[in-house]
């Protein structure tokens, strides 16, 4: 298993909903659960949190989770780094898992490679290409 650590202090992107609506949908998701398992929201806080900071999840939005349900930062960081679900960096607009798979991909280049070099020796030759060249029998040999 690798080892997740939170990025280094850099500045988060501001939320862009308004705070009063976030905490009301904050204190909504808290209330789902029963009286001294408030704790279980971690989950849909954090995500929505990474929502909020732009895809990941920076120390302060994790801070801040922790606060509102009464948790330890640490249990909040344990939960944040245990899901590979969120984001402990900033992350570029396509996640990952959205690119096809490597092998696919490169297979998929080197087609394009090889058809793009067969077409540029076929444009940059001079002389018309003869039956001889392309390996097929030519049109007197061939059978009617």
């Known amino acids: 298993m690798a080892v997740r650590r939170l990025a280094r202090r850099t500045a988060a992107r501001r939320a862009s909903p308004s705070r ?13 659960y029963p009286e001294g398992r408030q704790a279980s929201a971690v989950i849909p806080l954090l995500w929505r949190a990474q929502e909020q900071a732009g895809g990941w999840l ?8 922790a606060e509102m349900l009464g948790m330890a930062n640490i249990r909040v960081l344990e939960v944040a ?7 402990l960096e900033p ?7 959205a690119l096809r798979h490597d092998a696919v991909h490169a297979a998929r280049l080197r087609r394009a490679d090889d058809r793009s070099a067969i077409a540029g020796s ?11 060249s392309h390996g097929s ?3 007197a040999s061939a059978p009617a």
């Open 20 to 32: 009063p609506r976030m905490l009301a949908w904050a204190k909504a998701q808290i209330a789902k």
């Open 58 to 65: 920076p120390q302060k939005a994790i801070e801040h989770v």
């Open 81 to 87: 780094t245990f899901y590979t679900m969120f984001n």
């Open 91 to 97: 992350v570029g607009q396509i996640p990952r898992p």
């Open 122 to 132: 076929a444009s940059s030759s001079t002389s018309p290409p003869t039956a001889s």
């Open 137 to 139: 029998r030519s049109s």
